[in-house]
């Protein structure tokens, strides 16, 4: 849990910053860097999704799990968890908290990074993963709150939650997650962090969060597809 220790405090103290150094930055300023983030997102997003070595594993779990996440409403979920954190906890009461809340944590969350590292950090104490994971994160969640305010700071709880959930567990997954299903986890986790970005630009919403199911359904769709050779 170290290893999600320190992301989880790192995104705080770079919510932090940017919460109280932001006005400082001018608003050409924040939205300039932010499309810049945007765009870097976009192809940290397609160059995991290629990574993929059979694209039919990722479409099932994209569809499989889309009918399983729409069901459930996880992106509802996700903002009624914001809107409640904003009516306690900020004053901007104008839907820019939950933007903030669900957007950087589908980001921290999403991605090979989260995944691996908190898998080293529970099953070898290998934390250099998380670590390096903590720096982007921090530094990335300076320019989020400079822009989009405090519910940046608050996604530290679900990255906290998330990862120490998966390092913790590490164990009893250890056989589940080999190499391949790894690959076929980032490579699902890629399409949706470049959805992440398409959101972020504004081009159109995407439900990512609907679509969180895909990435755990890779696990047993890439057992199957070894059972029969596909």
Partial sequence: MLGTTVNFIAIIIGGLAGVFFGKYFSDKLKETVIQGIALTVLVIGLQMALKTNNVLIVILSLVIGGVIGETIDIQARLNDLGQSLEKRFSSQGNGQFTKAFVTTSLIYCVGAMAIVGA?????????????AKSALDGITAIIFASSM???????AVPVFLYQGSISLFAGSVQGLLSEAVVIEMSAVGGILIFGIGITMLGIKEIKVGNLLPGIFLTVPLVQLFDFFNF
């Fill in 149 to 155: 305010g405090m519910g940046v700071i608050f996604s």
């Fill in 119 to 131: 898998l080293e950090d529970g099953l070898n104490a290998n934390h250099s993963i998380l670590f």
